[in-house]
């Protein structure tokens, strides 16, 4: 929205052609945002992510280090 990030009208078909699911965030996500109360001060839309990995068992890459540092085995350090 403030210019940084020129995307291409057609973003969404092209991640679904690539044969991408997107996933809804839903309760079960909510509830488990509650298990990472360290993270009450970071940013709220890593905390969904976050929760929604946990919630749905998949990995979640990231170079956030606040996030890698919990040790969690489905967070991925993207810097490797």
């Not at 929205?1 to 991640?15: E, F, Q, Y």
């Not at 965030?25 to 929760?51: C, Q, S, V, W």
Request: zero cysteines; glycine letters at 8%.
């Amino acid at each position: 929205m403030i210019g940084k990030l020129k995307v291409s009208p057609r973003l969404t078909a092209l991640i679904t052609e690539s044969g991408y699911v997107p996933l809804g965030y839903n309760f079960k996500a909510g509830d488990a945002i509650t298990e990472f109360p360290e993270l009450l001060r970071h940013d709220p839309f890593d905390r969904m992510l976050l929760a929604q990995a946990k919630a749905d068992g998949l990995k979640l890459m990231t170079a956030d280090r606040t996030l890698l540092a919990l040790g969690l085995d489905f967070i991925i350090d993207a810097r490797q």
